[in-house]
């Protein structure tokens, strides 16, 4: 471990970066630098949000889908 992995930024990470970040990890792309650098702004709350929002939108998505789909076998 590094000391410039442990430097807490006073950069707020802007909203699309954290959308970005969050969505690579949910498909496990994300890599080890990336996540450092998430979360050298010792921020963790707009990531957590993120993650629960964007579960929500594909569990909602997921829903929806099969809704569509299930439409269609009751003609």
Same mark, same amino acid.
């Given at each position: &471990?590094?000391? =410039? /992995?442990? %430097? +807490?930024?006073? %950069?707020?990470?802007?909203?699309?970066?954290?959308?970005?970040?969050?969505?690579?990890?949910?498909?496990?792309?994300?890599?080890? =630098?990336? !996540? %450092?650098?998430?979360?050298?702004?010792? =921020?963790?709350?707009? !990531?957590?949000? &993120?993650?629960?929002?964007?579960?929500?939108?594909?569990?909602?998505?997921? !829903?929806?889908? +099969?809704?569509?789909?299930? /439409?269609?076998?009751?003609r």
């Amino acid at each position: &471990m590094s000391f =410039r /992995s442990l %430097e +807490v930024s006073s %950069e707020k990470p802007a909203l699309w970066k954290v959308a970005c970040s969050v969505l690579a990890a949910f498909f496990g792309v994300q890599s080890h =630098r990336n !996540y %450092e650098k998430d979360f050298s702004s010792g =921020r963790f709350w707009p !990531y957590i949000l &993120m993650g629960l929002i964007l579960a929500l939108a594909f569990v909602v998505g997921v !829903y929806l889908l +099969v809704q569509f789909a299930l /439409s269609f076998s009751h003609r």
